[in-house]
């Protein structure tokens, strides 16, 4: 993954007043950073959203993960093995057995 698209992305979603923005409009933001291959930004931003890095809103914007209600976390399953709970940046959260999915 490119670094430096990353770290523009990244940048821009920090603002504390970021509103979110389509992703050609985040593209342009991106392009002030300076030279930026088109096609290596669509593919950094398409692995940011897969790796949860970066959400995307109902209506197509691109925004922090959080702020659409993705967090990444890790699942510890009970001992009996019917729920368990997902612990993230953001809390730790019970999931019951008919979330679990075999996990």
Known sequence: MNTKIKEAILDILAYDDYTPLTPSQLYMNVCTYGEIDEEEFWRVLYEM??????????????????????????????????????????GDFFIPPKFTQGA
Do not use: M, P
């Not at 925004?63 to 729920?83: C, Q």
């Open 49 to 90: 959203e897969q790796d949860y890095e970066v959400g995307i809103t109902k209506k197509g914007k691109i925004t922090r993960a959080r702020d659409v209600g993705v967090l990444k976390g890790e699942f510890s399953a009970s001992a009996r093995g019917d729920f368990g709970f997902v612990v993230t940046d953001g």
